[in-house]
């Protein structure tokens, strides 16, 4: 080999040791994007003793993977007129109000989905709002309608005006006395 080959070799070599360089240093200086959390709902309107499935997703719109990924809601404002009957693994934390998932990893360009099911209770509180709102990026609302009750209805008219009673109706009731008694007094002495 001479010592033309071997400078040759050694340039070719530091060029493309800049050039890995180079491109490490700009995929580092690009800023990572956040993950886009989202939630939606299987229903928006629900009655007591109906199932609700809310449904989260984070998206990774990086072209590398997140590793350790938490996904984590507040479910307190669920649990008022709900019950948990599944979170698909997640772990409840009582301090907060909410599900916690262990971290996982979401690769590059993809997402992951999380479900969290509930049941409606039968029994509501009085002084509920009778609405479940979960938040998770954006926020949804499913309106709990109460059960009608017997003797209540909410379309009841509250301009209803009772019948007339008292002096109207007991004028009416003295004027037909006199006159049946005026008629009678006539046909008496007509008779007599």
């Given at each position: 080999?001479?010592?033309?080959?071997?400078?040759?070799?050694?340039?070719?070599?530091?060029?493309?040791?800049?050039?890995?360089w180079?491109?490490?240093?700009?995929?580092?200086?690009e800023?990572?994007?956040?993950?886009?959390?989202?939630v939606?709902?299987?229903?928006?309107?629900?009655?007591?003793?109906?199932?609700?499935?809310?449904?989260?997703?984070?998206?990774?719109?990086?072209?590398?993977?997140?590793?350790?990924?938490?996904?984590?809601?507040?479910?307190?404002?669920?649990?008022?007129?709900?019950?948990l009957?599944?979170?698909?693994?997640?772990?409840?934390?009582?301090?907060?109000?909410?599900?916690l998932?262990?971290?996982?990893?979401?690769?590059?360009?993809?997402?992951?989905?999380k479900?969290?099911?509930?049941?409606?209770?039968?029994?509501?509180?009085?002084?509920?709002?009778?609405?479940?709102?979960?938040?998770?990026?954006?926020?949804?609302?499913?309106?709990?309608?109460?059960?009608?009750?017997?003797?209540?209805?909410?379309?009841?008219?509250?301009?209803?005006?009772?019948?007339n009673?008292?002096?109207?109706?007991?004028?009416?009731?003295?004027?037909?006395?006199?006159?049946?008694?005026?008629?009678?007094?006539?046909?008496?002495?007509?008779?007599?």
């Amino acid at each position: 080999m001479t010592n033309r080959t071997i400078v040759a070799v050694v340039i070719l070599l530091a060029v493309l040791g800049l050039v890995f360089w180079w491109q490490e240093a700009r995929d580092e200086d690009e800023p990572k994007k956040e993950a886009i959390s989202s939630v939606s709902v299987d229903a928006t309107q629900v009655r007591p003793g109906d199932f609700v499935v809310f449904t989260l997703n984070v998206e990774n719109p990086n072209d590398s993977a997140l590793s350790g990924y938490v996904v984590e809601t507040n479910v307190s404002d669920l649990q008022e007129l709900a019950n948990l009957i599944d979170a698909e693994g997640a772990n409840y934390n009582p301090a907060t109000g909410s599900m916690l998932w262990t971290p996982l990893d979401i690769p590059k360009q993809n997402s992951i989905t999380k479900r969290v099911k509930v049941q409606v209770k039968n029994e509501l509180p009085a002084d509920s709002d009778l609405v479940m709102r979960l938040k998770f990026g954006n926020e949804v609302a499913v309106v709990v309608t109460k059960p009608e009750v017997a003797g209540e209805s909410s379309n009841a008219s509250l301009d209803y005006v009772s019948p007339n009673s008292g002096l109207p109706s007991l004028v009416s009731i003295i004027l037909a006395a006199f006159t049946t008694l005026a008629f009678s007094l006539y046909k008496f002495a007509k008779s007599g």
